[in-house]
């Protein structure tokens, strides 16, 4: 247990929504600083380096871009990424440049709160502990162990490609995945372009633990960028 509440950076330029970034972290408690430029945010996690980032794309100094690379060159802490509805593309490119998930604008408190539970929860678990080797939710299960999947307690048979996916899916629960993420993971480098891939073996892993393939409970389709495994 942290003896103080998880501190968050907010790198924003606009201040109606810093300041609706401010009142939604303090109904949870977190603790936070604020930078209204790239440089300021460098200096300040340099400073004092945060549990969290929240950032956004369009800053008037430098590019965000930039300072998430710059951030990752060190900082392990997770990063969400803030994005106008036209930028599908430089939020892939975040992802894939090791930003950990992304709002578009305009969201909701409560969306903002969740994903940063879930970005919290990955960074906390750490690298050195080991895993569980089952994985439940709702009426999936999947024994990693055995690598077996089950829906309602009944066995499904998967193909070794279908159960890849899945469970690199499952191992990022609650975390957007890039198209070249997942097709790197399950395919290996030389597919990173083909998304028909991935759409083909996800029609029809829904179609096996989706209770209705057309409303997926579990494996929700991120529009332009990839998935997500949500669990309950
Ligand atoms: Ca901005």
Do not use: C
Request: hydrophobic share 40%.
């Amino acid at each position: 247990m942290a003896i103080f509440a998880p501190l968050i950076l907010l790198i924003e330029d606009e201040l109606p929504i810093r300041r609706f970034l401010r009142t939604s972290l303090s109904s949870e408690d977190y603790r936070f600083v604020e930078a209204e430029s790239g440089q300021q945010a460098i200096r300040l996690a340099a400073r004092q380096p945060p549990d969290l980032v929240i950032l956004d794309l369009g800053l008037p100094d430098i590019d965000g871009q930039d300072v998430l690379r710059q951030l990752r060159e060190w900082l392990k802490a997770p990063i969400i990424i803030l994005s106008a509805r036209d930028q599908e593309k430089q939020k892939v490119t975040a992802l894939d440049n090791g930003a950990d998930d992304y709002l578009t604008k305009p969201f909701s408190t409560a969306e903002l709160l969740a994903r940063i539970r879930v970005a919290l929860r990955h960074a906390n678990k750490g690298s050195g502990e080991a895993e569980a080797s089952t994985f439940a939710t709702g009426d999936l299960k999947v024994d990693l162990a055995n690598r077996k999947v089950l829906v309602k307690e009944q066995e499904i048979h998967l193909t070794p490609l279908e159960y890849k996916l899945l469970t690199t899916l499952v191992k990022h629960a609650g975390k957007v995945l890039t198209h070249r993420f997942l097709l790197n993971e399950v395919w290996g480098p030389l597919h990173g372009r083909e998304t028909h891939y991935l759409r083909v073996f996800m029609a029809s892993l829904r179609r096996k633990i989706e209770e209705d393939a057309s409303q997926p409970r579990y494996l929700i389709t991120e529009q332009g960028v990839g998935y997500r495994f949500t669990a309950e």
